[in-house]
């Protein structure tokens, strides 16, 4: 459990370095602003919440993962309530990572977030809705390609207005050559671009999606340069993690990924990310998720 949260830190880190890496040029000139606390935190179901805790980057600040270490925010007091406890958060020595030991996420509770750093405090609430699991899934090859394709699923969406889905998936077999050789192709759950989606104009229906390969951002591995880009190849084996959100969690991935498929940095985007956050930026999220597993054949 442990582990997997110190993977999700460093992807966060590799995320913020991988939109900055990003940036266009500019000649706009922008007067630095105050930096403001930025919070990354989730409760999933089953799982213990963790909470991350950092701060702004300068616009035109050098970005790289030393910097962004270095914004993380310790000694902080961060507390979760599912509304009956009341959990102090704590801290993993050394970065600002934060993880309950009393609470675990339950589908249908409401969870309030409540942050105490460097003079400031912050506050969030998020739902964790119940989760609607995936009808069935497979791996079809895409266009020409004898041996890379796309992961689809079937979904009914249940005949309630106002679910939100978010999408993920880990290759959990191993590389069988080159510098991986013997290593997992993935260590976490990755979401790719156009993760989120809601049902709007899909309410109650039954369809088909596909859902391309997502990367971490600077990632080095061969197979995010080549042919294989995007896609997942025959022999993989595909764990899917489809996870129900509320809608303040939808906002902010929505906005997320539409300023990364427009410019290619959130964070420096005039256009502002929602966040959920009061009295600072980011989000306070939940997940509730059903697992499915693909094998590329």
């Known amino acids: 459990m442990m ?24 000649t706009v000139e922008i007067p630095e602003s105050e930096p403001k606390i930025v919070v990354e935190g989730y409760v999933i179901a089953g799982e213990k919440p963790y909470v991350i805790l950092s701060r702004t980057l300068p616009f035109f600040g ?17 507390t979760v309530s599912d509304g009956i406890i009341t959990d102090t958060l704590e801290q993993f020595p050394g ?18 977030l409540r942050v105490e750093a460097e ?39 249940p005949d309630t207005l106002g679910n939100y889905y978010r999408w993920f998936a880990q290759r959990i077999n191993r590389y069988t050559f080159g510098l991986e050789e013997g290593k997992i192709k993935d260590s976490i759950f990755i979401a790719p671009n156009g993760s989120v989606f809601e049902d709007k104009f899909i309410n109650g229906k039954s369809f088909d999606f596909a859902y391309q390969r997502g990367q971490v951002p600077n990632s080095n591995k061969a197979d995010d340069f080549n042919d294989e880009k995007f896609f997942f190849k ?10 129900t959100i509320d809608r ?39 997940y509730a998720c059903t697992f499915d597993t693909i094998i590329a054949r």
């Open 3 to 26: 582990e997997r949260k110190l993977y999700r830190v460093m992807a966060f880190i590799l995320i913020i370095i991988g939109f900055s890496a990003c940036e266009k040029n500019v």
């Open 119 to 157: 003079g400031k405090v912050l506050s969030s609430s998020t739902f964790l809705p119940q989760p609607v699991a995936l009808d069935s899934v497979w791996w079809k090859v895409n266009g020409n390609r004898d041996s890379l394709g796309f992961a689809w699923a079937h979904l009914t969406d």
């Open 248 to 286: 303040s969690h939808f906002d902010f991935w929505r906005t997320v990924e539409t300023q990364v498929g427009s410019n290619g940095n959130p964070f420096a985007s005039v256009a502002p990310v929602s966040s959920n956050i009061e009295g600072g930026l980011g989000i306070w999220g939940g």
């Open 62 to 78: 050098t970005v790289n993962i030393n910097s962004v270490v270095n914004q993380t925010i310790t000694g902080a007091l961060v």
């Open 234 to 243: 025959i022999g993989d084996t595909i764990v899917v993690r489809f996870c």
């Open 95 to 112: 970065i600002g990572l934060y993880i309950s030991d009393l609470i675990t996420g339950e589908s249908g509770k409401t969870y309030t």
